[in-house]
């Protein structure tokens, strides 16, 4: 069987992009299937810091096909900054590269939209957006009416249909705002439809049937690695709503994300930071507003990837991340980012909530009794090594060693692997991994040829 995903289990920004970039080289495709420019990657490669939003970290080694499936909504100036960043670093995109024509695009209506309404959500606490028109766009995309996707630009009713969504956004979008210039900018048609002609001449050559290519490679037993984008504790249908994204972010995204079957994914492996983070408004349970957190945010250099801002940083949560593990269907575990944790007294692991008196260990289905969910906490020693240049779990501390299990324990299933540091090679596999195969090769290749 050829698949296997890769699925952030908290709050985003799990370090998924190191465990992608390791994992490229086992895999032929490499698909992104939801959200959008709202997500950042970091990965190191060679020495050299890359970052990407919409392109899968996959385009810096030779021999790899990138697919952007439809699931995913493309801002094209986004797209293009990438593709000429890439390409300016030396990256040749090329045939590489393919997006669906099935995308929905990201216009400058939706990002005015979304920075319009994320202060007015559910009683004042506002969502915290990227504002990168995320919501707007797939809100769009299911209401249908004012939507339009990649392959539309190659229509030849392409300039009537901007030129009717432009007049109907300008008047829907006027009654929202207080009117001013500064909250709802002017869209003038004629300018928008001449950017978007620019941009779809130069995004033609990576405009593809994605759907059908990744159908017939499965069916000829090509190797695909879907990457996850956010994490399952975003995603719309199943994460903490309303302070969620606006894709289906968990496992249960794929299939509907990139159109290809969850019957074709074989290995599932859900990600989880050694500790929580999450960026923008929701509930944390387990967040510390203290020396705790500051260690957490400056060891674990917690700031975003896209819009910079400072993550709030908490304790492991156990019960969100087993409801996320059995919800994405992973069957085994990363832990990243476990180095940070290093020079901590003790630290501490929820493994229920109290809520209203009762004892829960069930992830709350409603936000406002997670917002009353009072962690219950089990305390284990910390350590107090710096871990960056271990390479084996015997090399661990036996503290270090003993946390790792526990996650383990408490999500029910197997750590396959551990992270000590960005760089690809502080990476450790678990030998104990169940299963047989193992998650990685034992001496990842160079980035790139
Ligand atoms: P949106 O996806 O921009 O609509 O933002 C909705 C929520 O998801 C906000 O709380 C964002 O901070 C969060 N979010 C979106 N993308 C990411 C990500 O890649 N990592 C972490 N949080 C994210």
Redesign the pocket.
Same mark, same amino acid.
């Given at each position: 069987m050829p698949g296997t995903c890769v699925i952030?289990l908290q709050?985003? %920004?799990e370090a998924k992009g190191k465990l992608v970039d390791i994992l490229t080289e086992q895999h032929d495709i490499v698909v992104r299937y939801q959200? #959008?420019a709202? !997500? +950042?990657?970091t990965v190191v490669s060679g020495g050299e810091t890359w970052k990407l939003s919409l392109i899968p970290s996959g385009i810096l080694r030779d021999g790899v096909t990138c697919v952007v499936t439809g699931g995913v909504v493309l801002d094209p100036t986004a797209a293009l900054r990438e593709i000429d960043m890439l390409e300016g670093r030396g990256v040749r995109v090329g045939s590489k590269l393919l997006l669906s024509d099935r995308t929905h695009l990201v216009f400058p209506w939706h990002v005015a939209e %979304?920075r319009l309404l994320?202060g007015s959500v559910s009683g004042g606490e506002a &969502?915290? *957006? /990227?504002? =990168?028109? &995320?919501?707007p766009c797939?809100r769009d995309k299911v209401g249908r009416a004012l939507a339009i996707r990649l392959g539309d630009l190659y229509r030849p009713d392409f300039p009537d249909r901007l030129r009717h969504v432009v007049a109907l956004k300008q008047r829907l979008l006027g009654g929202v705002g207080d009117g001013s210039a500064a909250t709802l900018p002017e869209f003038d048609a004629d300018s928008i439809l001449a950017d978007t002609r620019r941009m779809a001449a130069r995004l033609e050559p990576y405009v593809a049937d994605t759907t059908a290519f990744l159908l017939d490679a499965v069916e000829a037993g090509r190797r695909l690695l879907f990457e996850g !984008?956010? #994490?399952t504790l975003?995603d719309v249908d199943h994460g903490t709503y309303p302070? @969620? /994204? $606006? $894709?289906n $972010?968990s496992g249960l995204g794929v299939g509907t994300g990139s159109g290809v079957p969850g019957r074709w994914i074989d290995r599932s492996i859900g990600v989880v930071k050694a500790y929580s *983070?999450?960026? #923008?408004? +929701?509930p944390l349970p387990t967040e510390q507003d203290n020396a705790v957190g500051i260690h957490l945010r400056e060891r674990g250099n917690e700031y #975003? /990837? @896209? *819009?910079q =801002?400072p =993550?709030r940083c908490g304790w492991f949560d156990a019960v969100a991340a087993r409801y996320a593990a059995r919800l994405s269907g992973v069957d085994q575990l990363a832990v990243m980012l476990l180095d940070v944790l290093g020079g901590l007294d003790e630290l501490r692991i929820c493994i229920a909530y109290e809520i209203d008196g009762r004892t829960v260990t069930n992830f709350p289905s409603h936000v406002d009794d997670l917002r009353r969910a009072q962690p219950v906490y089990e305390t284990l020693p910390g350590w107090p090594e710096d871990l960056a240049g271990v390479r084996t779990m015997a090399g661990l501390p036996a503290a270090a060693r003993r946390y790792i299990e526990r996650i383990g324990g408490l999500l029910g299933r197997p750590v396959s692997i551990v992270s000590v540091g960005p760089d690809r090679a502080q990476t450790i596999p678990c030998d104990h991994h169940e299963g047989g195969q193992r998650p990685w090769p034992r001496h990842p290749a160079p980035a790139r040829a």
């Open positions: 952030g709050w985003g %920004d959200g #959008g709202n !997500a +950042g990657h %979304d994320d &969502i915290g *957006t /990227t504002g =990168r028109g &995320i919501g797939y !984008a956010q #994490g975003l302070y @969620v /994204t $606006s $894709s $972010s *983070t999450r960026v #923008g408004g +929701g #975003g /990837t @896209v *819009t =801002r =993550r």
